[in-house]
């Protein structure tokens, strides 16, 4: 008899001996507190469970979730290089090594007699993880660098795939995509609760509750269901710490981070018949505020709060490297894309993200 869906991740999960859990570019706080609750449940069942997030390490107003700090920006290690020295013959009297032009020398000196060739033997271990779980990953690709460097690895480990959008690509052997959640947060809940109600304490409810809140907006988008809310009681119910979500995820803004908001609320330019919110920040405008590119989410976040009715909101800016990028988030279906413009200028670049934005379809 076929084992169900739950079961059957249940099962993997228990086959793992070490799995990674891997969170793709702009997955947000949704992304990186989902993964957190789900290291933290993994550890419950005796897994020890690695982070690897293709955006880099949590951003700052999720450092009060225990362990964020095993977040990771890259995977290393992935494998081994084993160099294997019959010492039937003769013992190892003493090893060494040294870096001569890039490359590492061995020294390694007999008791007595000496090795050869046939006595030396090099291999290379397996891979360090045995199952991936992606969360909020339409496809392999939005795993970025994660991805793109180690595909054999990808291609060759066992993927759990969770995720909520109707674009994911289903690339996962197993896959949990429930297109009636808000959030990858819920998603997990809803796993663990048919997993075992038990694994989710405090601080895995607490750091699903993050994501959900952040992912909605404290629930104000559009497409929180009832059973998004029903879920969200639970995660209450069972001692998410709400007080201490809503405090980090909307006030904590540093000094820097307002004054670089207000910066972009002054070029703040508005599309009526689209829908349509944009802005403009220049390198000054980060100098001038004491600002950096990390501030950015939370400028885009305050952008959105400022502008309720907009279907669209778009951040150009100009990078520390004097690249133009914009930032481009959308309401339905809930999505953001990052977009380069190489070689142009931040009006130019503005006059492009406009004309994309506010063509009307033919």
Not at 126 to 149: K, P, Q
Not at 152 to 170: L, S, V, W
Not at 196 to 221: H, N, R, Y
């Amino acid at each position: 008899m076929a084992l169900g869906e739950t079961q059957q991740i249940l099962e993997a999960i228990k086959r793992s001996s070490r799995p990674l859990i891997c969170v793709p570019r702009q997955a947000g706080a949704d992304g990186y507190a989902s993964a957190i609750g789900l290291a933290r449940v993994l550890e419950k069942l005796d897994k020890k469970a690695d982070i690897v997030a293709a955006d880099g390490t949590a951003p700052k107003n999720l450092h009060f979730l225990p362990g964020h700090e095993k977040v990771s920006p890259a995977l290393e290690n992935l494998r081994r290089f084993v160099i294997e020295i019959d010492a039937s013959r003769t013992k190892v009297d003493e090893l060494t090594y040294e870096m001569k032009d890039d490359k590492l020398v061995i020294h390694l000196s007999p008791k007595k007699g000496f090795w050869d060739a046939k006595d030396l033997n090099v291999s290379s271990t397996g891979y360090r993880y045995d199952l991936i779980v992606c969360l909020g990953a339409a496809d392999l690709e939005s795993c970025a660098h994660l991805y793109s460097d180690h595909p054999d690895f990808f291609y060759r480990t066992p993927i759990i795939n969770i995720d909520h959008r109707a674009e994911n690509e289903h690339f996962g052997q197993l896959n949990v995509v429930d297109l009636t959640a808000v959030s990858v947060s819920e998603v997990v809940h809803d796993l663990v609760e048919a997993i075992e109600p038990g694994l989710l304490d405090e601080e895995v409810v607490t750091a699903l509750l993050t994501g959900m809140i952040s992912k909605t907006k404290s629930f104000k988008t559009k497409n929180v269901s009832p059973k998004t809310l029903q879920t969200a009681s639970k995660l209450v119910a069972k001692g998410a710490r709400r007080e201490a979500i809503v405090h980090n995820l909307y006030r904590t803004r540093s000094v820097p981070t307002l004054r670089l908001w207000g910066r972009a609320l002054a070029r703040l330019k508005v599309d009526v018949a689209s829908s349509f919110v944009w802005t403009l920040l220049s390198q000054q405008d980060f100098l001038h505020a004491g600002a950096e590119e990390a501030d950015l989410p939370d400028v885009i976040e305050e952008l959105i709060a400022s502008t309720p009715d907009a279907k669209t909101v778009a951040l150009i800016y100009e990078t520390s490297a004097h690249e133009i990028v914009a930032t481009v988030r959308t309401e339905m279906p809930p999505s953001e894309i990052r977009l380069a413009f190489p070689g142009k200028t931040i009006v130019q670049a503005e006059r492009e993200v406009m004309e994309r934005q506010t063509k009307k379809p033919a």
